[in-house]
């Protein structure tokens, strides 16, 4: 079973809610991450994407504080697959710091997730191909051996 | 197999390449999409994220510039008729994510490479369900062949 701590990204990178737009901007830029969390005494209050950053600049703005998103779902390291990707098929928001004990320990976002749907599909498929196979094959060969076919070849 | 038309948003957020910065950024934070596609008489010439924005946020004056100066050009195509898993390859073969979706020379939608992975995996979830129905079929054969066969053809007169 996949869980969210198999498919989060471990790299975190966290800016304070009075750090500039900017700061913000340069460094989810150096590290190329599409969003930041924005934590306060070791505490997520909030997520900060490219969006919040262009509205930012756009509306005038110079702190993180100003823009930031505070309105974000965490999930645990133990969450499942299928329950995140209900989530993102919910479409309300596409990234989900792991958090546990108070902690950010790795975020997902829809980028983890597709990958993880493709990765999982395909192990799914080959599993199941494997055995249809093997059922497909006896099935053929007990058809065989019930046939008028076997005694007429084998006498 | 289900074509990139199932999969496409119809309601794509569009510029000219005259248009300023300014005018896509404020375009951008209000729809969903991430991505603005700039066009020339209703044909795409090139693409426009959230990071290409970001990416040039520190630039001076960059929000009277035109959106031709950031906008990734020339863009890659899909049509509504490609199969899904034909525009997967060109998905995989490229760095972009988003492609502009054109019919008849004219913009019709816009595809994301996450949506052509989701959609793919749940025809195949469709697929498995046959898959398991005929599984069922040979394992019940096997059952009656192991446990039945024999009992059953002492009885009938054996």
């Given at each position: 079973m996949i869980r969210a701590k198999n498919m989060m990204s471990r790299e975190v990178i966290a800016v304070s809610q009075n750090s500039s737009i900017m700061d913000a901007a340069q460094l989810s830029l150096s590290k190329s991450v599409s969003s930041l969390v924005v934590m306060e005494k070791e505490k997520i209050v909030a997520v900060l994407s490219e969006r919040d950053i262009i509205a930012g600049v756009?509306?005038?703005?110079?702190?993180?504080?100003?823009?930031?998103?505070?309105?974000?779902?965490?999930?645990?390291?133990?969450?499942?697959?299928?329950?995140?990707?209900?989530?993102?098929?919910?479409?309300?928001?596409?990234?989900?710091?792991?958090?546990?004990?108070?902690?950010?320990?790795?975020?997902?976002?829809?980028?983890?997730?597709?990958?993880?749907?493709?990765?999982?599909?395909?192990?799914?498929?080959?599993?199941?191909?494997?055995?249809l196979t093997i059922f497909g094959v006896a099935t053929a060969f007990f058809l065989f051996y019930f046939s008028p076919l076997r005694v007429w070849i084998f006498g | 197999m289900a074509k990139v038309r199932k999969v496409m948003l119809t309601d794509v957020p569009t510029l000219k390449k005259e248009d300023?910065?300014?005018?896509?950024?404020?375009?951008?934070?209000?729809?969903?999409?991430?991505?603005?596609?700039?066009?020339?008489?209703?044909?795409?010439?090139?693409?426009?994220?959230?990071?290409?924005?970001?990416?040039?946020?520190?630039?001076?004056?960059?929000?009277?510039?035109?959106?031709?100066?950031?906008?990734?050009?020339?863009?890659?195509?899909?049509?509504?008729?490609?199969?899904?898993?034909?525009?997967?390859?060109?998905?995989?073969?490229?760095?972009?994510?988003?492609?502009?979706?054109?019919?008849n020379n004219r913009l019709v939608g816009l595809v994301t490479k996450n949506d052509v992975i989701l959609a793919i995996s749940d025809n195949m979830k469709l697929h498995r369900a046959i898959q398991n129905i005929v599984l069922i079929l040979f394992v019940l054969f096997e059952l009656f062949v192991f446990i039945l066969y024999e009992p059953l053809k002492q009885y009938l007169g054996g």
């Open positions: 756009l509306l005038k703005k110079s702190k993180v504080k100003d823009v930031m998103n505070k309105n974000f779902t965490t999930i645990g390291p133990n969450t499942s697959f299928n329950a995140v990707s209900r989530l993102l098929r919910q479409k309300q928001t596409i990234r989900f710091p792991v958090v546990e004990n108070d902690k950010v320990i790795g975020i997902v976002t829809e980028t983890d997730i597709v990958q993880a749907t493709r990765d999982f599909t395909r192990l799914h498929q080959v599993v199941q191909d494997v055995i | 300023k910065v300014e005018e896509a950024a404020r375009l951008l934070t209000k729809t969903d999409n991430g991505c603005l596609i700039i066009v020339e008489n209703d044909v795409p010439i090139g693409i426009l994220t959230e990071l290409d924005i970001v990416r040039h946020i520190k630039s001076k004056n960059i929000m009277k510039q035109p959106v031709s100066s950031i906008m990734s050009s020339p863009v890659r195509f899909m049509t509504p008729d490609m199969k899904l898993d034909e525009a997967l390859k060109i998905i995989d073969t490229k760095r972009f994510r988003k492609y502009p979706v054109i019919e």
